[in-house]
């Protein structure tokens, strides 16, 4: 596969773009002509497909977009292109599964299959979401101490000591550094210090993920870090630098793509093509190891609306049956914590992701908004995850559509934002309040209606 010699090599070298150009002529041409060439089209009905040509059909056309469109680098205005060959190298060489975490908390991270019974991953915490770091910590804990959660991606710190946290200045390393030293600590407390983290959030960016990766407390060879791929198909000098020096180290690269719905890929047919595109990019720009998908609305901005569910179906079945891509869904609710709304949308969004191959990764209540999330929804989540594993993607479809209007799309305009870990958790003792834990017993009680038993 290329070097990271290579890659900076191409960009230097590569073809000269004004970036709107790129985004119209190379990136929203390219993806209406393949939606049109490849019949793909959106079944509100049908939010977990089960045509084998329709996916063999979305596959090709994201990797006809890579070939076609390459990567923008916005420092160099310039695009990295590929070849058929060396896109297919990318393919060939991905890992089916990674050993993460150490000793006893260590887990086989593998590559799901469509309808796979084995038991997925479960990435715990509220990921993407702005902490204070008085808050940070406790919130923290309220995931480490849940046995189901076999991995922690938990946010990041946009407030130190008061003062909010800036791109670029010498809070955001600060906040890196603090960032996993109460990752760290809640792991001790919670007795699994060896857990898998995906972390370094408060790092947008190289500044604060390389303090992330170089501090006392920072992330280890088994622990991973964001390397996001820039909406549409760009990447920059900061992207490059934290894939190029973690991955020197030997540590994981994670691959998150999280294009918008009506944005430059257009609907949701051409958001599936751009994500496949993406991440094929992603494995040779950034040598990634494992993705997230995480399709954005840009009305209600969830994943669990029915444009992000048939997204994150049809991405996941696409390369799941096409690569070893190791791929993680995202679990990103409007509802928070302390609601029973938010209860529907982890249903509806992590059998989508289970039945069709990827691991679950959240809960990330309020869009991540606010940091009104605990560990609790995430059990569920994780509950519902190792329930699911039985079904056909029909019985799913079906499951998903009857949650789905529980909560959208009313519930969905003005969503239960739900309340902050000190008023959901007796934050001495860790755990949850009565009245949560009453709501999160009879989401137990409803969903074991439609089959989901959890124990």
Same mark, same amino acid.
């Given at each position: 596969?290329?070097?990271?010699?290579?890659?900076?090599?191409?960009?230097?070298?590569?073809?000269?773009?004004?970036?709107?150009?790129?985004?119209?002529?190379?990136?929203?041409?390219?993806?209406?002509? !393949?939606?049109?060439?490849?019949?793909?089209?959106?079944?509100?009905?049908?939010?977990?497909?089960?045509?084998?040509?329709?996916?063999?059909?979305?596959?090709?056309?994201?990797?006809?977009?890579?070939?076609?469109?390459?990567?923008?680098?916005?420092?160099?205005?310039?695009?990295?292109?590929? #070849?058929?060959?060396?896109?297919?190298?990318?393919?060939?060489?991905?890992?089916?599964?990674?050993?993460?975490?150490?000793?006893?908390?260590?887990?086989?991270?593998?590559?799901?299959?469509?309808?796979?019974?084995?038991?997925?991953? *479960?990435?715990?915490? +509220? &990921?993407?979401?702005?902490?204070?770091?008085?808050?940070?910590?406790?919130?923290?804990?309220?995931?480490?101490?849940?046995?189901? *959660?076999?991995?922690?991606?938990?946010?990041? @710190?946009?407030?130190?000591?008061?003062?909010?946290?800036?791109?670029?200045?010498?809070?955001?390393?600060?906040?890196?550094?603090?960032?996993?030293?109460?990752? =760290?600590?809640?792991?001790?407390?919670?007795?699994?210090?060896?857990?898998?983290?995906? &972390?370094?959030?408060?790092?947008?960016?190289?500044?604060?993920? !390389?303090?992330?990766?170089?501090?006392?407390?920072?992330? =280890?060879?088994?622990?991973? +870090?964001?390397?996001?791929?820039?909406?549409?198909?760009?990447?920059?000098?900061?992207?490059?630098?934290?894939?190029?020096?973690?991955?020197?180290?030997?540590? @994981?690269?994670?691959?998150?793509?999280?294009?918008?719905?009506?944005?430059?890929?257009?609907?949701?047919?051409?958001? %599936?093509?751009?994500?496949?595109? #993406?991440?094929? !990019?992603?494995?040779?720009?950034?040598? %990634?190891?494992?993705?997230? *998908?995480?399709?954005?609305?840009?009305?209600?901005?969830?994943?669990?609306?029915?444009?992000?569910?048939?997204?994150?179906?049809?991405?996941?079945?696409? /390369?799941?049956?096409?690569?070893?891509?190791?791929?993680?869904?995202?679990?990103?609710?409007?509802?928070?914590?302390?609601?029973?709304?938010?209860?529907?949308?982890?249903?509806?969004?992590?059998?989508?992701?289970?039945?069709?191959? #990827?691991?679950? !990764?959240?809960?990330?209540?309020?869009?991540?908004?606010?940091? +009104?999330?605990?560990?609790?929804?995430? =059990?569920? /989540?994780?509950?519902?995850?190792? &329930? #699911?594993?039985?079904?056909?993607?029909?019985?799913?479809?079906?499951?998903?559509?009857?949650?789905?209007?529980?909560?959208?799309?009313?519930?969905?305009?003005?969503?239960?934002?739900?309340?902050?870990?000190?008023?959901?958790?007796?934050?001495?003792?860790?755990?949850?309040?009565?009245?949560?834990?009453?709501?999160?017993?009879?989401?137990?009680?409803?969903? &074991?209606?439609?089959? *989901?038993?959890?124990?």
């Amino acid at each position: 596969m290329l070097s990271f010699i290579d890659i900076i090599k191409r960009a230097e070298e590569g073809p000269k773009v004004d970036e709107k150009e790129f985004d119209l002529k190379w990136v929203y041409n390219n993806v209406k002509e !393949l939606v049109k060439e490849y019949d793909i089209k959106y079944n509100p009905e049908e939010l977990i497909v089960t045509s084998e040509d329709f996916i063999n059909n979305v596959f090709e056309a994201g990797f006809q977009l890579a070939l076609r469109t390459g990567i923008y680098v916005v420092e160099y205005r310039s695009v990295i292109k590929f #070849s058929e060959e060396e896109i297919k190298e990318g393919i060939k060489t991905a890992r089916a599964q990674l050993v993460v975490g150490e000793g006893a908390d260590s887990r086989i991270l593998y590559s799901r299959k469509i309808e796979d019974q084995r038991a997925p991953f *479960i990435m715990g915490g +509220h &990921a993407g979401a702005p902490y204070p770091d008085d808050l940070y910590f406790v919130s923290a804990l309220s995931y480490m101490q849940e046995p189901i *959660i076999d991995g922690i991606n938990h946010g990041g @710190i946009a407030v130190v000591n008061g003062l909010d946290v800036r791109t670029r200045s010498p809070l955001e390393a600060l906040a890196a550094i603090k960032e996993l030293m109460y990752l =760290r600590e809640a792991a001790r407390i919670a007795g699994r210090p060896g857990i898998h983290l995906l &972390a370094a959030e408060s790092g947008v960016t190289a500044i604060g993920d !390389l303090a992330a990766i170089n501090s006392e407390y920072g992330l =280890r060879k088994t622990d991973a +870090h964001l390397v996001p791929v820039l909406n549409e198909m760009k990447t920059d000098w900061d992207r490059l630098i934290k894939a190029i020096v973690f991955k020197i180290r030997g540590g @994981i690269n994670c691959s998150l793509v999280d294009p918008v719905i009506g944005g430059f890929f257009g609907g949701p047919a051409g958001v %599936a093509i751009g994500f496949i595109a #993406s991440f094929l !990019l992603s494995r040779l720009v950034y040598q %990634a190891d494992y993705y997230i *998908i995480h399709p954005i609305h840009n009305k209600w901005v969830s994943t669990s609306v029915p444009e992000g569910l048939w997204v994150l179906s049809t991405v996941g079945q696409a /390369m799941s049956k096409h690569t070893n891509f190791i791929l993680m869904g995202d679990v990103w609710t409007s509802n928070g914590a302390g609601s029973q709304e938010i209860f529907w949308e982890i249903v509806a969004n992590t059998i989508t992701n289970v039945v069709t191959g #990827s691991h679950p !990764l959240g809960v990330s209540a309020t869009n991540g908004k606010y940091p +009104h999330a605990s560990g609790l929804e995430t =059990r569920f /989540m994780g509950e519902v995850a190792h &329930a #699911s594993i039985k079904l056909s993607r029909r019985e799913a479809n079906e499951i998903v559509k009857i949650f789905l209007k529980k909560y959208h799309p009313e519930k969905t305009e003005k969503p239960n934002i739900g309340k902050p870990i000190y008023e959901l958790y007796d934050v001495k003792t860790m755990r949850p309040r009565d009245w949560w834990l009453n709501i999160y017993k009879q989401a137990v009680k409803e969903v &074991a209606e439609y089959g *989901i038993k959890i124990a």
